[in-house]
C-alpha cells in the first residue's frame, strides 16, 4: 500500500514563508511526478507546482516567482515564499507515478495523494 504523508502547514502571515514536504513510500520503484495541488472552500483543484524525476518542473499562474518546488527520489519540497492571503487553502501532495497527471490532469492517471495539510495566510 503507498502512503503519501505531508509535512508543514500551519498560519502565516501576509509576506512570510512556509514549507511542506511529502514523504511517499511503498511499494512502488520509481515516481514519475510530485508536486502541490491546492483547493480553497468553493474553488477546483488547482496546480501549485510539480517536478519530474528529470527536474523538469511547473508551476501555476498565481505562484510562479514565489515558489519553490524540489525533490528527491521518496520526498517533494515546497518553499512558498512572499505569501499572500489567497494562498489560503487545502495544500494536497500528488504522486504521479506515470507522469500523466503531470502533463494533463487526466482523472484515470495512476496518482496518489496525501490527506491535505491547511495553509493559511492571514494578517
Not at 503507498?2 to 511499494?27: I, R
Not at 519530474?52 to 501555476?60: D, H, I, L, Y
Request: charged share 15%.
Amino acid at each position: 500500500q503507498v502512503q503519501v504523508v505531508e509535512f508543514g502547514g500551519g498560519l502565516a502571515q501576509p509576506g512570510g514563508s512556509l514549507n511542506l514536504s511529502c514523504v511517499v513510500s511503498g511499494s512502488i520503484l520509481s515516481i514519475y511526478a510530485m508536486g502541490w495541488y491546492r483547493q480553497a472552500p468553493g474553488n477546483k483543484r488547482e496546480l501549485v507546482a510539480a517536478i519530474t524525476e528529470n527536474g523538469s518542473s511547473k508551476f501555476g499562474d498565481s505562484v510562479e516567482g514565489r515558489f519553490i518546488i524540489s525533490r528527491d527520489k521518496t520526498t517533494v519540497y515546497l518553499q512558498m515564499n512572499s505569501l499572500k492571503t489567497e494562498d489560503t487553502a487545502v495544500y494536497y501532495c500528488n504522486a504521479d507515478l506515470t507522469g500523466s497527471y503531470y502533463y494533463t490532469g487526466s482523472a484515470r492517471a495512476r496518482v496518489y495523494w496525501g490527506q491535505g495539510t491547511q495553509v493559511t495566510v492571514s494578517s
